[in-house]
């Protein structure tokens, strides 16, 4: 009696619930058969998909999706992941009775007996349209409000800009004039030094306002740190003003970290220079490099592992905790107005983003700030970055000869043997008649026939041919126009003697 009693209890539980489920409306709840076949069907289903149950129950639920989504299968491929892993989640556009869409939230259940034998799927659906679409209007607002800051941002910088390339250019003509009048073979020296130093400044620039027009990637290789900073010693220490120094702290064989050598320049510069403006004279910055490893998450996310951990320190006047709390956001600068941007640190911060590295912060108002960021450091290889000639035929094409004269000339102090053309059409006819060159360099915007287009036909004629483009252009402005860029081997202009090294060790 009593059992029957309890039996008769849970038969009453039962069916209140299931009432409950079939006068939900905020929500689509039914059953699915085995093999996907409608069971039964409840309000919300009614009120979001249009049919009543009398013409929905018996029929599969995959007429609830799109045709493009039947024909990739997704609805038994749900049913599959819902049974072999115990839960199907998803969002996705389904159909209405009256052709409309609607974008859902899915969420589908296997239910099983006792034995765990399958007996259908529960699937439980919610129309949430409307916080896509307000999701999508917020982030175009956003991008909208993005785009306007950064307009008025340049042109807030154009002044600055138009000024430090006119120092900039300053400095190479006067340095020609000196060529022209000068004898001395010192002077001779230090007039080239100084004017490679000015055009090295100059790109850095042009390189930083594309990556702020336009995200600019990384190209990260694994280089010696040690060397790079060596190599880039004279350029921090006249950073500096003659009143301060700059102690340069490596320690002995470092692991190699994937960086981007010349992005990696500029940063250190960028810190090296605001160090030296939150010095008064007298001043001291300490650039130190060491190995460190670190268990996961010790410095930001980080995971554990071995890292190569670049800090560099000053004496400064150091920062408020209101001013740390800004310090990397883009355009924040506490600096008399034309005297800084607000760019460096915050592009400092983004690079190493995009190196899967760290940025950390320590300042104190009154004692200084510490800047410190951590490259994840690489297993040792026996690659170098030295020159490595090599006696092979390469062929350069553009049609600037200045530019095309300057590249011969770095070709030749490599060792290849070099033949030129001013354009796609003649480099083609030198291609047939010589099948022994190696390399094809060439620029990529050129009159008539482009530097990709001369690649393909290049490729297709001559497969073992190695290509590499040149460009002032970043890639991803480029691949709008010639998506084929891609395909090629890019460098980036103006490069230097090393950029082409390395860019040629990887062909």
């Known amino acids: 009696m009593q059992q029957s009693a309890l039996s008769s209890v849970d038969a009453i539980e039962a069916e209140r619930f299931r009432q409950f489920i079939m006068g939900v409306t905020d929500y689509a709840i039914y059953m699915l058969s085995p093999d996907g076949t409608v069971v039964t069907w409840n309000a919300g289903a009614q009120r979001f998909k249009g049919y009543p149950p009398e013409e929905i129950i018996g029929r599969h639920f995959s007429m609830f999706y799109t045709d493009e989504d039947r024909a990739r299968g997704r609805p038994a491929w749900a049913l599959e992941v819902a049974r072999t892993t115990g839960k199907f989640e998803d969002e996705g556009w389904r159909v209405r009775k009256d052709g409309s869409r609607f974008w859902a939230s899915v969420v589908i259940d296997p239910i099983v007996d006792p034995k765990g034998e399958l007996l259908g799927f529960a699937k439980i659906t919610r129309d949430i349209t409307e916080r896509r679409v307000a999701a999508e209007q917020l982030e175009r607002a956003r991008e909208a409000l993005f785009q306007s800051q950064k307009l008025e941002a340049i042109g807030k910088l154009t002044g600055g800009i138009a000024h430090d390339f006119n120092n900039l250019l300053s400095v190479i003509m006067n340095g020609l004039e000196l060529l022209r009048m000068s004898k001395d073979p010192a002077a001779i020296a230090k007039s080239v030094d100084t004017m490679s130093r000015a055009a090295q400044r100059g790109a850095s620039l042009t390189q930083q306002l594309l990556a702020f027009a336009r995200q600019q990637p990384l190209r990260q290789e694994a280089h010696d740190v040690s060397r790079v900073i ?179 000339g770095l070709f030749t102090h490599l060792g290849y043997e070099v033949l030129s053309a001013d354009n796609g059409a003649q480099a083609l006819e030198t291609l047939r008649q010589q099948p022994d060159i190696a390399i094809l360099f060439s620029d990529v915007v050129m009159p008539g026939m482009s530097g990709v287009e001369l690649g393909k036909i290049a490729r297709r004629e001559f497969p073992e041919l190695k290509i590499v483009l040149a460009s002032g252009y970043v890639k991803a402005a480029l691949r709008d126009q010639m998506p084929d860029i891609g395909n090629f081997e890019l460098i980036a202009k103006p490069y230097r003697l090393s950029d082409l090294i390395r860019t040629l060790k990887v062909l």
């Open 230 to 408: 060596r190599s880039f010693e004279a350029v921090l220490r006249r950073a500096l003003r003659d009143d301060m120094q700059l102690h340069l702290h490596i320690a002995p064989d470092l692991p190699r970290a994937m960086i981007d050598p010349t992005q990696f320049e500029s940063a250190l510069l960028n810190l090296v220079v605001n160090a030296r403006d939150a010095m008064k004279n007298d001043g001291e910055v300490l650039v130190d490099i060491d190995a460190v490893k670190l268990a996961d998450a010790e410095v930001e996310r980080l995971p554990a592992g071995h890292y190569i951990r670049v800090m560099v320190k000053d004496d400064g006047e150091g920062m408020s905790a209101e001013t740390m709390a800004r310090a990397l956001e883009p355009f924040f600068t506490t600096k008399e107005i034309g005297k800084g941007t607000g760019l460096g640190l915050s592009q400092v911060y983004g690079m190493m983003q995009q190196c899967e590295g760290a940025l950390t912060l320590d300042s104190h108002v009154g004692v200084g700030t510490v800047v410190s960021l951590y490259f994840p450091a690489v297993p040792a290889s026996g690659e170098t970055d030295e020159t490595v000639a090599r006696a092979e035929k390469v062929l350069l094409v553009d049609d600037q000869m200045d530019l095309l004269e300057t590249a011969i």
